[in-house]
């Protein structure tokens, strides 16, 4: 069995991170398992952890009156589900659901917020590459919107 240590160190998502940080932030994680169906996170809720997902498929969403939950984006092996523990006030801005079973490492964000506050040089390297995928998410739902709302059959009014 492999310790939470060597599944950080497997994760893209540490990829390069000196073995020290690996050690401090896997004091603050452990294995998760949701089932099928299962909220990770409700909009609005604490949001005092974030998750590694390891395997399966977690379903970002927004509820909209009148239409229900809206997937927003689909996270699979190897994404990071969670940011909003970095930003105060520290609550979750959209719903994650367990679209399969799900294997995760469960971070503790609070216990790493003290760890980065302790060390600032661990702190900057988390921000970089929360940064990285917070862009990444950015540009996929900048194309998403472009490719729903930037139709010509959407934009029938416009002189063109």
């Not at 990285?132 to 540009?139: H, S, V």
Request: charged share 20%; proline share 3%.
């Amino acid at each position: 069995m492999k310790t939470i240590a060597a599944l950080l160190h497997e994760h893209p998502f540490f990829a390069g991170m000196k073995d020290e940080y690996i050690q401090l932030i896997a004091g603050c994680a452990v294995n998760h398992i949701f089932n099928q169906g299962e909220y990770i996170a409700k909009e609005s809720d604490a949001a005092d952890y974030f998750y590694l997902i390891r395997n399966g498929r977690v379903s970002i969403e927004t509820s909209q009156p009148n239409y229900g939950a809206v997937i927003l984006q689909t996270l699979q092996d190897g994404d990071i589900c969670g940011w909003s523990w970095l930003f105060p006030p520290h609550c979750w801005t959209f719903d994650a659901k367990a679209q399969t079973k799900v294997h995760t490492i469960k971070l503790d964000g609070r216990c790493l917020r003290g760890k980065c506050a302790d060390d600032t040089q661990l702190g900057f390297d988390l921000m970089q590459r929360f940064a990285r995928i917070m862009t990444e998410r950015l540009q996929a739902t900048r194309l998403q919107l472009l490719n729903i709302y930037g139709r010509p059959e959407n934009n029938k009014d416009q002189e063109i």
